[in-house]
């Protein structure tokens, strides 16, 4: 079966970092692509950041480019959301999902993706 286990969320100041982790297994991990979403109270979901782990093509959405960096580490079957420069916005939980031959233009589509883990919630105090 595949799974998705996120983890890493919690409490965090105003400008600090956090590292999030999604732990996949049960697929072959070379094929799939790798995105974060998040949704925060009231608002829909918005895909973050994508990575293609066959070439390495990446996502980010504007609101966290610059500040957020995704990679994976195929040995460990695992892709991280590096965070930094955290603001109260970014407060949300944390979504990791997966799917087969998504095209960069259509990562943020959570349509696309297949497989969801658990969320992580990420709280940015002020």
């Known amino acids: 079966d595949v799974q998705l286990q996120a983890f890493g969320g919690g409490l965090v100041q105003a400008g600090g970092p956090l590292r999030l982790s999604c732990a996949a297994s049960g697929f072959t991990f070379d094929d799939y692509v790798i995105g974060w979403f998040r949704q925060a109270p009231g608002k829909e979901r918005e895909g973050v950041s994508c990575v293609s782990i066959s070439d390495g093509s990446t996502y980010y959405a504007d609101s966290v480019k610059g500040r957020f960096t995704i990679s994976s580490d195929n040995a460990k079957n695992t892709v991280y959301l590096q965070m930094s420069s955290l603001k109260p916005a970014d407060t949300a939980v944390y979504y990791c999902?997966?799917?087969?031959?998504?095209?960069?233009?259509?990562?943020?589509?959570?349509?696309?993706?297949?497989?969801w883990g658990q969320g992580t919630l990420v709280t940015v105090s002020s």
């Open positions: 999902a997966t799917g087969r031959r998504i095209i960069i233009s259509a990562m943020s589509r959570g349509d696309m993706y297949d497989y």
